[in-house]
C-alpha cells in the first residue's frame, strides 16, 4: 500500500488544484471530510496535500472557519533553474518583454564582475518577466559579447539559459546570489504594475559555465507581493575523530 501512496497523492494534488481553478480568491473549499468522501480518499492523504497547497500559499487555513483559496505567490527556488523553467514547474505560463537592449564598452564594474578586460564589448538587455501574463520580475542582465556572437534581442523571447546552451555551448554549472528588500523606482513600479510603496526583492548573481568563465551578471527586482524564495539546506557531515583514527 505504501508504495501506491506517492501516486494517490499526486492526483488529489492535481484534484485539488483544479478544484481551486474553479474558485475565485477567497472562496471557501469544501469541508476535509466530504472531498474525502467525493475523492474515495483517506483522509490523512487528504489533509497533506491540503497541507502542501498551505506551505505554497495556494491555500490559507483560518482557524475554526476552514480552508480559503488565496492569490498564490509564485514559490522560486534558490538554486540554478532560469525564469522560464522555474514557471514552468509551476504549471504556469512564462513570458517576457524586452525593454532594454544595449552594446555597450565594460566599464570597470562590469568588467570586474564578468572577470573581462576594462573596454571589452558586453551586451546588457532589460525584461519584464511574466507568468500568466502577470509581470513578476524586472530582470537586467549582462554578457560579455565574445560569448554569444550574433545574439539580438529578437533571440531573447525566452529562456536565455536553452539559448546559451543550443546556440554557444554554454552550460550553466554554478553561481552566487546575493538577495536583498529593496523599494522600487518609479520606472520599475510601472514595469511591474505596482505601487512604489511595494517592498521587492533583490536579487544580484553571477553565472559561471564548464569552463569556469562568468558568462553572466543579473539584477533582477522581484515583486514581494506576488513572488516568495524556497531554499534547501544540508547539513555537511562531520568527520567523527574516532573515524579518522585520531
Known amino acids: 500500500m505504501h508504495g501506491s501512496l506517492p501516486g494517490k497523492a499526486a492526483e488529489i494534488r492535481a484534484l485539488l488544484l483544479s478544484l481551486i481553478d474553479t474558485l475565485p480568491e477567497g472562496a471557501a473549499l469544501p469541508p476535509e471530510r466530504e472531498l474525502a468522501v467525493r475523492w474515495n480518499v483517506a483522509r490523512m492523504t487528504l489533509r497533506r496535500a491540503v497541507d502542501e497547497l498551505v506551505i505554497e500559499e495556494l491555500l490559507v487555513r483560518r482557524h475554526g472557519s476552514g480552508t480559503y ?22 504549471g504556469m505560463r512564462p513570458g517576457s518583454t524586452m525593454l532594454e537592449f544595449r552594446h555597450l564598452r565594460a566599464e570597470r564594474a562590469a568588467a570586474r564582475r564578468l572577470r573581462i578586460p ?22 537586467r542582465t549582462t554578457l560579455p559579447a565574445g560569448y554569444v556572437p550574433g ?9 536565455l539559459y536553452d539559448l546559451l546552451t543550443t546556440r554557444y555551448g554554454i552550460d550553466h554549472v554554478s553561481g552566487t546570489s546575493r538577495l536583498e528588500p529593496v523599494m522600487p523606482d518609479a520606472k520599475t513600479a510601472g514595469w511591474l504594475d505596482i505601487p512604489v510603496t511595494q517592498p521587492c526583492l533583490a536579487v544580484h548573481g553571477i553565472s559561471f559555465d564548464s569552463r569556469d568563465r562568468v558568462f553572466e551578471y543579473t539584477s533582477a527586482l522581484y515583486r514581494g507581493d506576488r513572488y516568495a524564495f524556497t531554499t534547501e539546506l544540508r547539513t555537511t557531515p562531520t568527520p567523527r575523530a574516532d573515524a579518522r583514527g585520531l
Open 69 to 90: 483559496t488565496t492569490r498564490p505567490k509564485v514559490a522560486k527556488w534558490l538554486g540554478m533553474i532560469g525564469f522560464s523553467e522555474d514557471v514552468r514547474r509551476r
Open 118 to 139: 576594462v573596454g571589452d564589448p558586453i551586451i546588457t538587455f532589460t525584461r519584464l518577466r511574466l507568468a500568466d501574463d502577470v509581470p513578476m520580475v524586472v530582470e
Open 151 to 159: 545574439l539580438q534581442a529578437d533571440d531573447l523571447s525566452g529562456s
